[in-house]
């Protein structure tokens, strides 16, 4: 290990500790009960808070997309990854935004720390599954072998303390909030400290940015639903954190492209749609 691999691991653990050290070294945190209450809970077609349960569809889309493309099985077709156990997290992050369609429709439809259980866990799944797919890629597969378990149990963890901590009526939201905004700044980090081994990290960026935005949609969520009533943040804050998945899905669809174009000229063939894709010899 090099001089340079030592200071940007450092980096790395320093700045965990201090995000450890903020988020842990304040008061306890209980869930605000103004949370469950949405600027929007108007039913439609018989079902609660129709707009904020429906526009969790797009979840299900990207993430089913997603596993799709992680784990398509076409015959002689150009690996994603230079190592097959490279899909796995992303395989995680996918499939917890699939279930986030399940677990946040169900607490829509009738808000309250219960169902918000059901919403947060796949969540996690997708922070952490992020998490690792970006330390693999940046720091080395062994690490992100080692770090995928710990992390999932990390952030089922996270949920289930929190829960446990409101039954007891001494809600404690400390640990979520350091696993979902932790998790992201150590991505950020990670992608600025660490040299890329695949190309589209610019997806990946306008996606994190994507979700920035999804965030604070959800802050504004009265007012943006006072301006004319015709949809909320909240409503919003879903589809734009969906296309931020989808950042993700072009990402990983312009690894597809170029590893094609790093076979040899006889090994290439055009697709119907223009687009090259490798010749099996079949």
Known sequence: MNRAEIMRHSVIVL?????????????PSPQDPAYHLMADERPLFG???CLNVLSNLPFAFVGLLGLATVFR????????????WE?????????GIGLTTLGSAYYHLSPDNARLV???????????????AVFTERVGLRAGQLLLGPLLLLGASSVAYWYWSEVRG???????VFVQNGSLLLVLLLLLLYPARYPGTGYL????SAYAVARWLEAADQRIFALGQIVSGHTLKHLVAAGAVACLLAMLRIRVRRRVLEL???QRVERPDGEATRDTGS
């Open 73 to 84: 099985l076409e015959a002689g077709r150009v690996t994603l990854f230079r190592d097959p």
């Open 264 to 266: 040899p000229p006889n």
């Open 205 to 208: 960026v306008v996606g994190l």
């Open 118 to 132: 059901w919403d947060r866990l796949p969540m996690t799944f997708g922070f952490m599954g992020l998490l690792t």
């Open 170 to 176: 001494q809600g404690d939201l400390r640990l979520y």
């Open 87 to 95: 899909r796995w997290p992303y395989a995680v992050l996918f499939a």
């Open 47 to 49: 079902i609660p808070n």
């Open 15 to 27: 700045a965990a500790t201090i995000a450890g050290i903020t988020i842990f070294g304040g008061s």
